[in-house]
């Protein structure tokens, strides 16, 4: 099974980019999807998550109303929509999947995602 994300580049501050992450394989059918990002020099951190069942979804307070993510079933596909872009949200960003059926606060952690996909390079300039 594997994870491809794409959809990073550079725009500025205050533009919108749209990140998609496909699967190659059917983990899709269960669990949840993850966005994570890592800044240089500092930790890999959560971003957002979402049920592939349905429509419920998470967010890291610091992006809470300004990304929202999605799932299109029948193209396997998960959806990071980023508006309102700043400088800080400059990162490498990832998406895994869990077959893990825990509340979605839960999924916050890392560990708990079993497949990754490789980054994709967001850069956010003032």
């Known amino acids: 099974v594997q994870l491809q994300a794409s959809g990073g580049g550079s725009v500025q501050a205050g533009g919108s980019l749209r990140l998609s992450c496909a699967s190659s394989?059917?983990?899709?059918?269960?669990?949840?999807m993850g966005w994570f990002r890592q800044a240089p020099g500092k930790e890999r951190e959560f971003v957002a998550v979402?049920?592939?069942?349905?429509?419920?979804?998470h967010y890291a307070g610091s992006v809470k109303g300004r990304f929202a993510t999605s799932r299109d079933k029948a193209k396997n596909t998960v959806y990071l929509q980023m508006n309102s872009l700043k400088p800080e949200d400059t990162a490498v960003y990832y998406c895994?999947?869990?077959?893990?059926?825990?509340?979605?606060?839960?999924?916050?952690?890392?560990?708990?995602?079993?497949?990754w996909g490789h980054g994709t390079q967001v850069t956010v300039s003032s």
């Open positions: 895994a999947a869990s077959n893990s059926r825990v509340i979605l606060s839960a999924l916050a952690n890392e560990e708990m995602y079993d497949y």
């Open positions: 394989g059917s983990i899709f059918s269960s669990g949840t």
């Open positions: 979402i049920r592939w069942s349905g429509t419920s979804t």
